[in-house]
Every structure is written in structure tokens, then in C-alpha cells.
């Protein structure tokens, strides 16, 4: 190993299902899970004389998507076919887009492990109709599910510029995060929702020469830890064979490897690129797609701020942990609530606290939405501010917050049902205190004499005026005005 | 009854002077004695007709509202969907092929009340001019049962030539409805691209095909098209309304176009048969009597319109043909090896030649490397050849010129030369590549008695004034009146 050096080059190739209501080119609902076969037409079927008519809601979310990813929007983009046979493909062609797609030139960034940004480029985003699949379960012969053929997918396409299975992998939940903010896809990696296609190569300095190891492309991994580890799984396998025979990219053919989630390892599939000619020529059955400004504006209209900035400007401006701002931000929907509790002038750490501890857990347990809870932002802030204002103390928040959630009531009257409402009226509890230091004058005599009973005796007598006042008692308040009485 | 044009027919139902039963019955009753000569039709729906005639009589007599063709035996191309019956497009591969749905255009004859009558033959997926390509049958021309009915809608043309049927909707990719309706001495429209929906239309050249009537006169076209014309949002390609209106084709129809300015291209049409010219030269005499300006004019891409044609028609089919693989529906092999040879013996068993040519060259067209030598190059000829038409139409209402090199030629005389089969097409092609609108009307019958057609051109979406330019000539004449006296011969 003496004398080398080297850094693995990771491009990435992304499949995003879109999360429109009806297929790409036809009316068809896009359901996962159904009947194999039950969500599918003529058109989506590819029989003899169909024709494709498109999907606006599944364009402008692909544009909505180039946008966030900072690209150059074409305002012309045409389809072209893609030819190929394979049987979970009907018409033997896919619609997508080839020397025009839909966004180009753009840019992720991404958050690193040292708690820096990094920025991958993003060289193209198109839209094109998924194929079906293919079921190999029947014995002698494979079946076909078309009801996933049509579904519309947004592929992306980075720079390799790369450097760690780290570093993909935060790209890709970034990415996943990202799409969910927009709304534009549910990225539920279980659905396949998002497949991955890293291209992966090493540049390796050796006795002071520059070398690069042949380009792999793994193909169709559908989990994160699947894209990581096989990059991983690259870098040194690409590491050994260089070493163990000097091929370089000059040398040998680009290849593509499956991953083996068993062996946890790559697996080669086909040993030569082969040379695919896909044919593409425009689709004669769609007419081009002109973007118009006003178009482009409506569309624009849904771009929010991204989750990672976000996230690095609850940390800036509202000092939140990384931790907690990234729980916020990973949900457009409790972002949001946030946000709108937040316009209260509540504070925000307090917010934050009662939003992910109580509120989050409450919504996991009920699997519901943030905004299922049928609970007001204001409500919420209503109760940040009780909490900060000494009205109840923090513990009572989460009876509180579980009873809006129960009974829809607002805070403050929940508070008084539930007999949860502190006092932090000095006057009243100057009473109390007076009352309970005149009944017990040994715990006054302790902690006056300072001994080591002092600390125990001035717990002793904070617990009756709590008793006395049955838990409503401030404790701060309380404790304050006690230490003012005894010195 | 059979001397009737469908509008006549159409008008003797709907004023109860008729019952379209007994047009229906009469229709069946011709085809029963000559089809079997003709062979215009790969299936009939006697049944289905009769039962729609008679719901449409009962309805007239009733005094409900019927439709526009309310009663009207009709034929359609065999390559529009249709969810009786089969669509086969006259290949092996959909023999047996059942459509899960109707094409727009069905859809609009039924809501019309036509009465479906039969499905009729053609050349293979329409890549043809004789229907000699057909893979299912042979079809004659009514005319002369020792010569081709022209193609690839030959059926529908032998069908309303022989009165196998009142009127027929055709395909016209590269002059599919016009050769065939000039072969039989009929008249046959393509209309614009985009005009009808191809929606249910199995496609050969997406970006060529074109739905249109063929008909006895131009009358009956004008009734067809008042049907079928109209935009489809199923089909992306047809043509918004408010962009270009559908009219009453047949209100203004026996209006003429005053000061008629008509084009001709002699250096284009100079290749055509002495027979040809002399009925040209005779239709412009006839136009100029009328009262038409006419000038001739050069149109210096037409002669590269068979070659941009057969790259982009093809590069077109080979990918619209694909679909028929044996996985999904179709013809499949039997006992294949892998599903690689699914695909390669369903298809090698099921296709004809001449759509083998085609998906081949097609193939080759758009592979890598020849893509811009082939296809990319086609498309801009394409273009110089729509400027032409357009610089054209800035100087005239219309240009006319033949529809085919030749009348009707013997059956096997081109089939074993793809070349010249391809030239009998030179004059139709371009209208597709241009986009624009053609009608093929009979303007008069050769020494062999044989029909010959006038082509007229006019810019897109101006169909109203084609048909009135076409019926301007058809009153003064009467080769629409004349009817073949068919020859029953004795096919195997």
C-alpha cells in the first residue's frame, strides 16, 4: 500500500416516483399493492391504436422538483421514445425525455458528518413512464404485472462528484426529505418509490502517477443502506483489483453489478456495457410541452424554502440542536406547524420541545399527520407560553397537550379542568410560605443554623407549601421567595 | 336502392321514404353475390347491422331523434378498433386480435347511427398500395377483377365502388385513401393532420396518418367528415377548436369559390401516363371554363417527398410495430426457447415482407450513428416541402394534379418491385409529410375503362373550401355517376 493514494468517485442516477393521483399518460389510478393487472387501460396496456395524452400535475411537479434542485427549466421540451424489448414494458418503447429534458445545470447540497454543506451538481431531471414488472414466482413461466406501467418517474441525474458511501447516502435521504417537502412524492423506499443507481470508479495516485479505476454501475437499489454499503463495497473491491492487476479505465469496460443484500456485496451482471442503441426519435403522439412564464410562475408558487436550509436557520436563529431541527424539517407538515406557532412570538425553543417530545410521540402512537391532531399552531403556542410563564409547569404540559388532542379545548381552560394552573402570585404565596413557616419552626431553625440539615429541611418546607397549595404553587416562585425569607 | 349516394339514402331514412332495414338487407344482399368476387371485407356484422337498422326505423317512425348518418350501411378500414369484431389489420400477427375499446372515430359513426356493415381489407398495417400486402386477403378492383383496388385502403374502396357498403372511412399515410379512391372512380379525402382523432387508429406513421371518407361523391365526404372531424382529448395531435373550427361541411358545398385561383406543377406531374395527363389537362380546362385563374408553379422538394417519406414513415412504424411481440396479445409462437424468441418467431412467423421491409428500415434509420444521416436529414426536407405548400397557398386557393402516375395496374404486376410499388405514390406523399388536406375525385375513365382521379390541395383546416372546389368540378361532370359492372370471376 506504501505510496497510494485514492478517493472513489460517485455519480448518481435517481428514480423518483411522482405522486400524482392517475398514471403519466393515461387515466389510470397509480396505486401500490393492488391486483396485479387491476390499474391498468388500453393505454397503459399498449394496445394496437392508443394514444398517451399528459399528465400536467405530474409535469409541473417535475418541474417544481428541477426547480428546488436549482436547474436551468426548459421552456420547449418535447418526449421522445426509447426503444427496447423487454416484456414488463407493453408498447416495447418507453416516453421519456431525451436531448431536451425538463430541467438541467443544477445543485444539491448536502449535509456532511463534520456539520458542513456540501454542493453536488446535478447535470439533468426528466420525466418518462415507469415500465411494469416482471414476477418470476409461477414455476415454468414469468407473469407480468402492468399496473405500475405509466407511473410517472422524475430520473435525476448527478455529477460524480461524490467522495464517500457517506456522502451518497446523505444525498440520497436529502433528496428524499427534499421531495417530500415539495409534496411530489411520498419516497417511500419501501414502495420503490425511489431507486438508486450509483456509478462508481476510483482516482488513484500510485509512485506519483494518476490512475482511474474502470467505471461500475450498480444497478436498481431501492434502501440506503443498500446504496452506502455498495459503495462501499466498491471502493475496495476496485481498490484491490487495481492493485492486484493495474486495470484502468483505459483498459476495461464500463460494467454493471448488482447488489447481493445477503453476501453484502456487488455482483457482476454484465461484464461489457453492452452497446444499447435505444433508437430515440421524437414521440409523433405528443406534442411538445411550452412552458409559459406564467406556467413557470404558478408552478414557482409552491417552492418553499428547502428542508436543509431550513434546518441550518433553526440552528442559527433559534439556537435548536442540529438533532431538533432536523426532526422539525423532516416533515413539510411539522415545519409548517412550527412556523405557524412560531408567528405567535412564542418561543421557539418551547415550541420545539413540545412539538417533538409530546406532540410528534402522540401523533406516532395515533399514526397521524401533525396536522391530524386536530390541534391549532396557536393552540400550541398558547401552551409554549403557559409553560414559559410559570402557568403550569413543564411535566403538566403533556396532560395538557393529550387532553387538547382528546377534547379540541384550548390550553388554558384545560389547565384549570385539570387543576394543573400554578400559582406565581407572590402575594398569595407569601401567605402560604408565612403559614407553613410559623407551623414547622424546627425545619426554620435548620435551615437558618446552616448545618448539615439545611438543605433537607428547606426541601421539607417547599413540600408543604406545594401541599398546601396542592401542586400549584410556582416552584421557582416559591423556592425564591422562601430563600428570601430565611436569608 | 343501391344507386343511391349515402346522403340520399341518409335523407330517404330520416323522411321515412325508406327503411335503412331494407338498404341494410340490400347491402347484405350484394355482398352475399360479390364479395366473393370483390373481397373488400375481412369481417361483416350482418346481425349487429340489421339489429341497428331496425332500432334506427323504429325510432324514426317513433318521431325520436336519430343521428347525422342515422340508418346508413357504413364500412370501415380494418385497422380501426372496434369492440366487435376483430381488428386485425389485415396481418397474421392480430388475426385474432379483439380491441378492449372503440376508436374515437367508431365511436362517432355509432352516435351517429351508422349502421357498421363490415370491417374491410388493406394492405398489411396500411404499408402498401394494391392491398396485394394484405395477410389475411385478396382484394380486386371492381372495375377490372384482373387488377388491384389500390391501397392500402383497398377494401374500403372496393366496398363503396362495388356498393358493398353507402360510404367507408379510410387511412391516408402517404395517399392510402386517395390512391384507391382514384383506382375506383370515387372520391377520397384526407383530411389535415389533426382534423380527426386517431385515437383507435393502429398506427403505422403516427405523424402521417390521417382518418378520411371515402364516398361515392363529394357530398357524402362532406356528410362524413360533419361526423368525424372535430378535436379528441384523447388524441394530443388533434386539433384544438377554437384554434381551427369545424364547420357544415356540407351547407356552403354547392357554392362555388369565386375568383378561383388553381396551381398546377407541371415539372412535378410530367412523369405521369399520357391517359393521366390528358384527364389533367382536361379537369384544368374545365376549372378555367369555370372561371379559375390558373398558373403553374414550381415546387422544387416535391421530388425528394418519396425518400424523406420512406425514412420518417418507416423510422415511425418500426417503433409503433414493436408492440406486437406475442407477450401481451397476438399471434405468439409455440414452444419458444427463451422469451428472447417470443419476440423474434412470433414476429418472423406473423409479419408479411413488406412490413418486415419497412420495420427494418425503419430500424436502420434511427439506429445511432445514422440517426442524423437519415432521419434528421428527413425531417428537414419535410419542412422545405410544408414551406413549399406554404409559399404555394400565398398564390392560389388550391393546387391540382394527378393522384397516381397510372389507372388501376394488374394484380402481381408490382409486387415483386418494392421500388415502383413505392413510386405509384409520388403524387400523394407529400401532402402528408406537409400535413395539408387532399381529395381524390374521378375525373374520368381511360381506354382500358378504367377510373381516373384528379388530386386537389388545399391549406390545412380549409377543408370547407376543398370540397366546394371539388364539387365546383363534379357538377359539371358526371364520372361520379359511373358504376363498374362487376365481373364475377371464381376466386379460390
Known sequence: MHGVEYKVIVGLEIHVQLCTKSKMFCGCAVEFGAAPNSRVCPVCLGMPGVLPVMNKQAYEYAVLTALALDCRIAMFTKWDRKSYYYPDLPKNYQISQYDLPLGADGLIEIPLESGQTKKVGIIRAHLEEDAGKNLHTAGNYSQVDLNRTGTPLLEIVTEPDMNSGAEVRALAIELQRMVRFLGVSEADMQKGHMRFEPNINLAITKDGKEYRTPIVEVKNLNSFRALERSVNYEEQRQLDEFLDTGVTLEMGNKTTRGWDDEREATVLQREKEEAHDYRYFPEPDLVPVVLTEGWLDDIRLSLCELPLKRQMRYVREFQLSDYDAGVLTADRSISDFFEQALKTGAEPKRICNLLTQTGLKIAKEKSFGINELGIKPQSLARLAEMVDAGQISASSSVPVFEAMVQTGKEPEILAQELNLLQTSDAGELEKVIDHVLAENPNAVEDVISGGKKSKKARGFLLGQVMQKTKGQANPKVASEILAKKLG | MEQLSANQLRDGIAAGRIRSLDATKAVFERIRKFEPTIGAYISTFEELALEKAADVDQRIAAGDPVGQLAGVPVAIKDNMCTTFGATTCASKILENFHAPY???????????????????????????????????????????????????????????????????????????????????????????????????????????????????????????????????????????????????????????????????????????????????????????????????????????????????????????????????????????????????????????????????????????????????????????????????????????????????????????????????????????????????????????????????????????????????????????????????????
Open chain 2, 102 to 492: 372503440n376508436a374515437t372515430v367508431v365511436e362517432k359513426l355509432l352516435a351517429a347511427d351508422a349502421v357498421i356493415v363490415g370491417k374491410a381489407n388493406m394492405d398489411e398495417f396500411a404499408m402498401g398500395s394494391s392491398t396485394e400486402n394484405s395477410g389475411l386477403k385478396r382484394t380486386v378492383n371492381p372495375w377490372d377483377t384482373s387488377r388491384v383496388p389500390g391501397g392500402s385502403s383497398g377494401g374500403p374502396a372496393a366496398a363503396v365502388a362495388g356498393r358493398l357498403c353507402f360510404a367507408a372511412l379510410g387511412s391516408d399515410t402517404g395517399g392510402s385513401i386517395r390512391q384507391p379512391a382514384s383506382f375506383c372512380g370515387i372520391v377520397g379525402l384526407k383530411p389535415t393532420y389533426g382534423r380527426v382523432s386517431r385515437y383507435g387508429l393502429v398506427a403505422y406513421g403516427s405523424s402521417l396518418d390521417q382518418i378520411g371518407p371515402i364516398t361515392q361523391n363529394v357530398a357524402d365526404t362532406a356528410l362524413m367528415m360533419n361526423v368525424i372531424a372535430g378535436h379528441d382529448p384523447a388524441d394530443s395531435t388533434s386539433i384544438d377548436e377554437t384554434i381551427a373550427p369545424v364547420c357544415d361541411y356540407l351547407k356552403k358545398l354547392d357554392e362555388p369559390i369565386e375568383k378561383l385561383r388553381v396551381a398546377i406543377v407541371p415539372q412535378f406531374t410530367a412523369g405521369a401516363d399520357e391517359q393521366v395527363q390528358k384527364a389533367l389537362n382536361e379537369a384544368i380546362d374545365l376549372y378555367m371554363k369555370l372561371g379559375a385563374e390558373v398558373t403553374e408553379i414550381d415546387m422544387p422538394h416535391l421530388d425528394y417527398a418519396i425518400a424523406a417519406y420512406y425514412v420518417i414513415a418507416t423510422a415511425e412504424a418500426s417503433s409503433n410495430l414493436a408492440r406486437y411481440d406475442g407477450v401481451h396479445y397476438g399471434h405468439r409462437t409455440e414452444n419458444p426457447a427463451d422469451y428472447i424468441e417470443v419476440y423474434s418467431k412470433s414476429r418472423a412467423e406473423a409479419f408479411g415482407e413488406e412490413v418486415k421491409r419497412r420495420i427494418m428500415l425503419g430500424t436502420y434509420a434511427l439506429s445511432s450513428g445514422y440517426y442524423d444521416a437519415y432521419y434528421l436529414k428527413a425531417l428537414k426536407v419535410r419542412n422545405l416541402i410544408r414551406s413549399d405548400f406554404t409559399e404555394a397557398f400565398e398564390k392560389c386557393d388550391c393546387i391540382i394534379m394527378p393522384v397516381a402516375p397510372t389507372t388501376a395496374f394488374k394484380i402481381g404486376e408490382k409486387v415483386d418491385d418494392p421500388l415502383q410499388m413505392y413510386l405509384s405514390d409520388i403524387y400523394t406523399i407529400a401532402v402528408n409529410l406537409a400535413g395539408i388536406p387532399g381529395i381524390s375525385i374521378p375525373c374520368e375513365l381511360d381506354e382500358n375503362n378504367l377510373p381516373v382521379g384528379l388530386q386537389i390541395l388545399a391549406p390545412t383546416f380549409a377543408e370547407d373550401k376543398l370540397l366546394r372546389i371539388a364539387r365546383m368540378f363534379e357538377k359539371e361532370t358526371d364520372w361520379h355517376k359511373k358504376k363498374p359492372d362487376i365481373e364475377i370471376t371464381n376466386h379460390d
